[in-house]
C-alpha cells in the first residue's frame, strides 16, 4: 500500500513539474537580447533597463520579435511616471511610423500561439482606451482577428499579477501550427504585450499565471508534508 502511494504521488510531482517547466517556454521579454536596426546588441532585458524606441528586433528563447518600417521599445516601459516602481519588462509601440510587428521562430518552423497579454492598444497616447481602437492580429495564413480595446499600461499587485486594465487572449486553434504572426493597427498609438504562451498551455481563464504558479508551489509543499508523513 506505502510503495503504490508513494509511486502516485511520484507520478503527480512528476506532471506538477512538467506544468512548472512550460513557464520557461513563455515569452515575457526579459532575458533576450535587443538589437538595433544594424544587427548590434542593445543590451539583455532585465526587468530594469528600457531601450526606448531604438529596437529593430529582439530575440528571446529561439523566437524573433521584429518592429517593421521604424524602431520600438522593449524593457520596464510602465515603470516612467510611477516612481520606477513596475519592474516588468513588456514591448511597446508607437504606430507612427511603424508598419507592422511580426514574431517567428529564428529557425522558421512552426509553433502554436495560445495566448497573449495586451498591456496597451489606445488610440490615446499614454492613455484610456476609447473602443475604436482598430489594431489586428494575422498569422502567415492569412487568418485575421480583431484585437480587443487596453488602456495603456497597467499596475502590479503584491503577486506580480497585472491589474485589470490588461486585456487577456485565450487563442483559438486558428493560431496553431503557424509560421509567423504579425500585429497591425489602422488607428491606435500606444501598443504594448507581454507574456506570450507559445506551445505550451495558456494559463486558466479568469486566474493570472502569477497566481497559478503560487498555486502550484504551494500544491508541491503539500505534496511534501504528505511524503514525510508516510515515511
Request: proline letters at 4%.
Amino acid at each position: 500500500m506505502r510503495s503504490r502511494m508513494l509511486t502516485g504521488l511520484m507520478l503527480l510531482i512528476f506532471l506538477l513539474g512538467g506544468i512548472g517547466l512550460a513557464s520557461a517556454t513563455i515569452i515575457d521579454f526579459t532575458g533576450g537580447v535587443a538589437y538595433d536596426v544594424n544587427g548590434n546588441p542593445l543590451g539583455v532585458t532585465n526587468n530594469v533597463d528600457l531601450f526606448q524606441d531604438a529596437v529593430a528586433y529582439y530575440v528571446e528563447d529561439g523566437f524573433r520579435y521584429d518592429f517593421v518600417g521604424g524602431p520600438g521599445t522593449i524593457g520596464d516601459y510602465y515603470s516612467i511616471g510611477r516612481g520606477g516602481f513596475v519592474g516588468n519588462d513588456v514591448i511597446h509601440a508607437h504606430w507612427r511610423g511603424l508598419g507592422s510587428m511580426v514574431i517567428s521562430k529564428e529557425d522558421r518552423s512552426a509553433f502554436d500561439l495560445n495566448y497573449i497579454d495586451l498591456s496597451s492598444n489606445t488610440v490615446v497616447g499614454g492613455g484610456q482606451s476609447d473602443g475604436t481602437e482598430a489594431s489586428w492580429i494575422t498569422t502567415d495564413e492569412g487568418y485575421s482577428m480583431r484585437l480587443p480595446s487596453s488602456d495603456w499600461g497597467f499596475d502590479i499587485d503584491f503577486f506580480g499579477a497585472m491589474g485589470d486594465g490588461v486585456a487577456r487572449l485565450w487563442l483559438d486553434e486558428n493560431f496553431d501550427d503557424v509560421l509567423s504572426v504579425t500585429f497591425t493597427s489602422e488607428n491606435a498609438f500606444c501598443f504594448g504585450m507581454d507574456n506570450f504562451y507559445i506551445d505550451e498551455p495558456p494559463p486558466p481563464q479568469g486566474v493570472p499565471e502569477p497566481t497559478v504558479m503560487l498555486l502550484l508551489g504551494s500544491g508541491l509543499i503539500g505534496l511534501a508534508a504528505i511524503r514525510k508523513k508516510i515515511k
